[in-house]
């Protein structure tokens, strides 16, 4: 499968952005879909899971109540909706494909989109 993230930006603290990831070539419903974001310097880090059918969401406590994931199946798209976004939220996001159900384990996520820059500017 492959992915391709969107809607990335600058913004100002404070600030919405929701992230698109376009997926083709393969059935998306098959796939579990992670958000994962990695900040200059840092390591790549989970945000946030969602199951196949959408039932089963999990998100890292630093986005928990501010960030949203969903998808939608018809579409082969998944979106990351962040609201209240802060300074340390400025990261590449990244969008990926995998089969473990409510895994925040990169390594589980064989499939991988290129990445989309989001900035938040104090």
């Known amino acids: 499968v492959q992915l391709q993230a969107s809607g990335g930006g600058l913004v100002q603290a404070g600030g919405s952005l929701r992230l698109s990831c376009a997926a083709s070539?393969?059935?998306?419903?098959?796939?579990?879909m992670g958000w994962f974001r990695q900040a200059p310097g840092k390591e790549r880090e989970f945000a946030a899971t969602i199951s196949r059918s959408g039932g089963v969401i999990y998100y890292a406590d630093s986005v928990k109540g501010r960030f949203t994931i969903s998808r939608d199946n018809a579409k082969n798209t998944v979106y990351l909706q962040m609201n209240s976004l802060k300074p340390e939220d400025t990261a590449v996001y990244y969008c990926?494909?995998?089969?473990?159900?409510?895994?925040?384990?990169?390594?589980?996520?064989?499939?991988w989109g290129r990445g989309t820059l989001v900035t938040v500017s104090s």
């Open positions: 070539g393969s059935t998306f419903s098959n796939y579990v």
């Open positions: 990926a494909a995998g089969g473990v159900s409510g895994s925040r384990n990169p390594t589980q996520y064989q499939y």
